[in-house]
């Protein structure tokens, strides 16, 4: 056996070791699945006392099924021919004359929680982390190995659906309280405690009496219109079919019976040749490149010193804080500090339940007036307000105090750093961290570089990017970066519109059914209309323009969005309150808003400020919210046609303007 090791102790328990050769992390490939299927065989020939399953690496049991196969499918009849082998060798396992465990030593999610669904008993080792999940939606998907049954049969339709719609994992106690696991043990005591669960003759998990009552044929109506509603309410059917699928077999079905299984197969089969799946597959995969940028072998950061505790300094400090790391944080003088200490506290409230552990969060971030952490640090972030002359000033004074390997970045959004940098005895290794806000939703931070910037600071930066569970996209210094440039066409053509007389809530709603998770009239309340207004001037718009001075009246009368309360929009409890009225409706409403965010994409490449096209597509889907089920926007442009593209961005500008004119590096765009 290439991928599984069987041994069989002295009570004729047979322990089952899953330990994928190549490989860091276990999945259910097909030659995993088809070796386990040979064990299985053989149990079944000559039957044990009991059968322990459980993972020979460390990352934890099993990941999943192989991704990689998934993008060899090209029709539903090959999918539904892999899910089918999966599915067999699941119930197979199920069906063994003998108690079975499986031991969750760290991550078990998609196709490796399914696999222990099949076993009579599920024993997990303590951890804090969020390692139990179904999360198939999230590549447009859902369960195939027999979860959506199984899930719903062990634990109950709503927590089963819980973990499907949302794709979300829990961790162990949350997993324990929902049935989903038996027991959590330590990782010394797992091999007695499985071996007491096989001699327990303890009966197996089964939902409890009112959960099966709501899988009954006559309540499944009632259950699966609350269901359509939730689901509704976060993603168009159009857009992400899975989590509609989920609820139709259910509904259909309610989790019994062979035919049940049967309908899951057909149904993830047909999902896999949907542009929606081939296209978050997609994601996965830039998610998974974005990771892999950097050396490893480059000193990790440990200790960082943020100067400005602002919004933005504060929440990157509170952040770092709640990912491990030892953060000083300075400012002016205590009082600017505080409030930053606050939202930190509120912030680690919510992401850390244990107290102590909670109280050593909090203990790893320290007010620093006098900036005394400077001498310690690994990473200085500089996060004060956008000025060249004051942070000149500053990086002056801090380039004395640092360590001879510590390195200095900025966060800033707008000033190049060529022209920051050169105060500085070493600028070779001084980048930007563009972090963007919320600093706890975005996942993307902009890694800034000139020219000259070192491998190394670049490696630096990329590895604490990663430490604190960010997304790095590698930028050349230029107006804009990435995610603003692409953004201002985006927010700036909304302006026009409604200058047109086009209602707020018109644009809005015609990103959103393209895919947007907000439209660009709230996604700019929400940012903040002073930001806003700052990026366009940065960018060099017409500040002449009629939405530009719409815009900067705004800003000079308060009205600045979300935080002060009235923006396009006026804010209540955080939400946006549309305001009433019709107005003409654009035929070419949704190109005027989309394309320009997909031609100055195509700017961005060949400008050379991002080099991949693919992780060009990956930062713009992680940073602006393009619509992920279409790959990002020239994986867009491909789809649509890269000369149907360019033709329609010509007519826009002949009926609209030269801000619509295609870029000259689409004809060095690949196809």
Not at 208 to 232: G, N, T
Request: proline share 4%; with cysteine; net charge negative.
């Amino acid at each position: 056996m290439k991928h599984w090791n069987s041994e069989t102790d002295n009570d004729g328990v047979v322990w089952l070791k899953i330990d994928k050769a190549d490989s860091g992390a276990n999945v259910l490939s097909g030659e995993v699945l088809l070796e386990f299927d040979d064990l299985l065989e053989q149990l079944e020939s000559d039957l044990p006392t009991g059968v322990v399953i459980y993972s020979g690496k460390r990352s934890g049991f099993i990941m999943g099924a192989d991704v990689n196969e998934f993008t060899k499918i090209d029709t539903p009849e090959q999918g539904y021919k892999l899910i089918r082998l999966g599915q067999g060798v699941i119930d197979r396992l199920e069906a063994l004359a003998c108690p079975t465990v499986a031991v969750i030593n760290g991550f078990a999610l998609g196709g490796g929680l399914e696999l222990a669904l099949a076993c009579d008993y599920r024993l997990a080792l303590e951890n804090d982390k969020r390692i139990l999940g179904l999360p198939e939606v999230q590549l447009g998907i859902h369960p195939g190995f027999g979860g959506t049954v199984r899930a719903v049969q062990i634990v109950g339709v709503r927590p089963a659906m819980a973990l499907m719609l949302s794709g979300a994992p829990i961790d162990v106690k949350k997993g324990q309280s929902i049935g989903l696991i038996d027991r959590i043990t330590s990782d010394d005591k797992w091999r007695a405690e499985a071996t007491e669960l096989l001699r327990s003759g303890a009966a197996v998990k089964r939902a409890p009496l009112l959960e099966r009552l709501l899988s009954s044929a006559p309540l499944r109506p009632f259950i699966r219109k609350v269901l359509l509603q939730q689901v509704a309410r976060k993603a168009r059917k159009e857009h992400y079919p899975a989590p509609y699928a989920i609820i139709d077999l259910w509904s259909r079905f309610g989790a019994s019976g062979a035919v049940a299984f049967e309908a899951e197969a057909r149904s993830i089969a047909d999902l896999f040749c949907t542009s929606t799946s081939r296209n978050l597959v997609r994601v996965f995969f830039l998610q998974n490149k974005l990771k892999a940028q950097g050396d490893k072998s480059v000193k990790k950061v440990q200790n960082v010193h943020v100067v400005g505790a602002g919004v933005m300094g504060g929440d990157i400090a509170a952040w770092c804080a709640l990912r491990g790391l030892n953060v000083t944080l300075q400012d002016r003088e205590m009082k600017y500090i505080e409030p930053a200490l606050e939202r930190a506290e509120k912030l680690f409230a919510k992401r850390v339940r244990d107290e102590k552990k909670r109280a050593d969060t909090s203990a790893r971030l320290v007010a620093d007036v006098a900036g005394n952490g400077v001498a310690a640090a690994d990473l200085i972030i500089e996060a004060i307000y956008e000025n060249t002359e004051a942070k000149q000033a500053l990086y002056r004074d801090l380039q004395g105090k640092m360590k001879q390997d510590a390195l200095l970045a900025t966060n800033t959004s707008s000033i190049p750093l060529e022209e920051l940098r050169s105060v500085l005895d070493r600028p070779e290794r001084f980048i930007g961290l563009h972090f963007f806000n919320p600093v706890a939703q975005m996942m993307i931070v902009e890694v800034i570089r000139c020219e000259d910037t070192t491998r190394e600071a670049l490696d630096i930066g990329f590895g604490f990017v990663k430490t604190i569970s960010k997304l790095p996209l590698e930028c050349k210094s230029a107006p804009g970066f990435v995610v603003n440039r692409i953004l201002a066409p985006y927010m700036g053509e909304a302006m026009a519109l409604a200058e047109e007389g086009v209602a707020l809530t018109t644009i809005d709603k015609s990103a959103v059914a393209f895919g947007m998770p907000m439209g660009p009239v709230e996604l700019a309340d929400s940012v903040g209309l002073d930001v806003a207004l700052h990026v366009s001037k940065v960018l060099g718009a017409d500040m002449d323009s009629a939405g530009l001075k719409r815009l900067s009246a705004m800003v000079d009368a308060g009205n600045l969005g979300r935080k002060s309360g009235q923006g396009f929009y006026k804010w209540e409890n955080g939400k946006a309150q549309s305001p009433a009225g019709e107005g003409p409706v654009p035929d070419d409403l949704q190109d005027r808003l989309i394309l320009p965010m997909v031609n100055e994409a195509v700017g961005c490449l060949a400008d050379g400020i991002v080099t991949d096209a693919d992780l060009l597509d990956a930062g713009v889907i992680f940073g602006t919210g393009f619509a992920p089920f279409h790959g990002g926007p020239l994986e867009y442009a491909r789809s649509r046609g890269l000369e149907e593209t360019q033709a329609r961005l010509q007519e826009l500008a002949a009926r609209h303007g030269e801000r619509f004119a295609p870029h000259p590096g689409w004809s060095r765009l690949k196809p």
